[in-house]
Nanobody, 124 residues
Framework: QVQLVESGGGLVQPGGSLRLSCAAS????????MGWFRQAPGKEREFVAR????????EYSNSVKGRFAISRGNAKNTVYLQMNSLKPEDTAIYYC?????????????????WGQGSQVTVSS
């Protein structure tokens, strides 16, 4: 059993940047594949980015590719999402996710471990 704790959300103007952090805690014996989903009001939860348990093979949704970057920290089961050139349509609750497979699923219904969610609001 693991728990995911997120931080770094907030309010930012269009074109600005934010960095989200997610740390796994609890009894973990090996690194998890981790990543991020987001959910806007009235929308389905959608895949944003993922990274393998080894810290390579980053992948992104087309909507954020070139603007967001996912990375793993030196600490075990820590992941970051650097968000640049933010747009109002990026406004959503961002959820950290983890899986003990090699890669995080990109379909939200297949993900078993979630963070509590962090509100990101992009507005002038």
């Amino acid at each position: 059993q693991v728990q995911l704790v997120e931080s770094g959300g907030g309010l930012v103007q269009p074109g600005g940047s934010l960095r989200l952090s997610c740390a796994a805690s609890g009894r973990t014996e090996s690194p998890y594949a981790m990543g991020w989903f987001r959910q806007a009001p009235g929308k389905e939860r959608e895949f944003v980015a993922r990274i393998s348990r080894r810290g390579d093979e980053p992948e992104y949704s087309n909507s954020v590719k070139g603007r967001f970057a996912i990375s793993r920290g030196n600490a075990k089961n820590t992941v970051y999402l650097q968000m640049n050139s933010l747009k109002p349509e990026d406004t959503a609750i961002y959820y950290c996710a983890a899986d003990n497979n090699f890669l995080l699923p990109t379909v939200y219904s297949f993900v078993n471990v979630w963070g509590q969610g962090s509100q990101v609001t992009v507005s002038s």
